[in-house]
Nanobody, 126 residues
Framework: QSQLVESGGGLVQSGGSLRLSCRVS????????IGWFRQAPGKEREGISS????????YYADSVKGRFTISRDSPKSTVFLQMNSLKPEDTGIYYC???????????????????WGQGTQVTVSS
């Protein structure tokens, strides 16, 4: 059974940092594109970053480019999202998601992903 579990969320002051983790099980990480998404209250889910399976090609939304870094630790079956210079507008529930793809598919569209975690709350205070 494919499963994704996020952790690492919390409350942080503006300008601070957090590192989110997405632990996957039930599938081979190098055969999947993993994406990070977030959803603020009353807003649509936003794709913010992704990393491909075999080549580890990364992709970022303009809203987080230069502040967030996605990475992967394959032996630990974990994908990370390092978030620096956090802003109040980064507040939301953060989700990781997966889609089976062997190429360098850069997608931040939620409808392209099949498997989802339960989310972790990130709150940035001003």
């Amino acid at each position: 059974q494919s499963q994704l579990v996020e952790s690492g969320g919390g409350l942080v002051q503006s300008g601070g940092s957090l590192r989110l983790s997405c632990r996957v099980s039930g599938f081979a990480l190098n055969e999947y594109v993993i994406g990070w998404f977030r959803q603020a209250p009353g807003k649509e889910r936003e794709g913010i970053s992704s990393i491909t399976g075999r080549s580890r090609v990364t992709y970022y939304a303009d809203s987080v480019k230069g502040r967030f870094t996605i990475s992967r630790d394959s032996p630990k079956s974990t994908v990370f999202l390092q978030m620096n210079s956090l802003k109040p507008e980064d507040t939301g529930i953060y989700y990781c998601a997966a889609v089976h793809h062997l190429g360098n598919w850069k997608t931040l569209s939620a409808r392209d992903y099949n498997y989802w975690g339960q989310g972790t709350q990130v709150t940035v205070s001003s």
